[in-house]
């Protein structure tokens, strides 16, 4: 059995959309008008976003990598070179971690799996299909919702109220997150894999 308080590391990619302003009132208009400016709202297909990796322990968070490109295994080691080995120092100190993560293809690549066992971390096995039990998920909803009355115009300031807000998580919120895993997995087993509030 894993002891969830002390030695998992838990890692996760999240995809924040820049939020994009309410349509406004409808405008009512005369035969004629159809294309007058005063009468059109632009609406934006395709909003810009800002991937984002974080990491937790019951000790806290550590820091925020703002993602330029897709996730793929070059990038991913990238990211645990110079974001989760540094945050692991500053969580763990000298003491041993298990490093947990999802399984998409970066970080179930061949070269990955190499880059933990040269680094001699170990890897929680995680079931492709799990449910959503991970307790960054929950920590990624605290973020959101404290940035829900945020409104950044773009990226950058996006950005940059993702920062503030996460600064604001305690590691006593982390290690209730944590500790809440016995219960969350009790309440899946009991359910037989079907939904639950966890």
């Not at 692991?88 to 070269?111: E, R, V, W």
Request: charged content about 20%; proline content about 8%; some cysteine.
């Amino acid at each position: 059995m894993i002891d969830h308080d002390r030695s998992v590391f838990l890692s996760m990619v999240m995809d924040y959309p820049v939020p994009v302003p309410h349509m406004g009132p409808k405008v009512w208009r005369k035969r004629g008008e159809a294309q007058n400016p005063r009468c059109l709202k632009s609406s934006v297909k395709f909003p810009q976003s800002v991937m984002v990796w974080g990491a937790m322990s019951s000790a806290g968070v550590g820091p925020l990598c703002f993602l330029r490109s897709k996730v793929n295994a070059t990038v991913y080691q990238e990211v645990l070179e110079h974001f989760m080995l540094p945050a692991a120092d500053q969580l763990y100190g000298d003491a041993d971690f298990i490093f947990q993560q999802n399984l998409t293809p970066a970080h179930s690549a061949k070269a990955t799996s190499t880059w933990f066992k040269d680094h001699g971390i170990p890897v929680l096995n995680w079931s492709a299909n799990s449910p959503d039990l991970n307790p960054i998920e929950n920590l990624w909803g605290i973020v959101k919702r404290k940035m829900q009355y945020a409104r950044p115009n773009n990226a950058e300031e996006l950005k940059a109220t993702i920062r503030a807000t996460q600064a604001l998580i305690t590691p006593e919120q982390c290690h209730r997150l944590i500790d809440s895993m016995p219960h969350s997995i009790a309440v899946v087993i009991q359910a037989k894999g079907a939904p639950t509030k966890y």
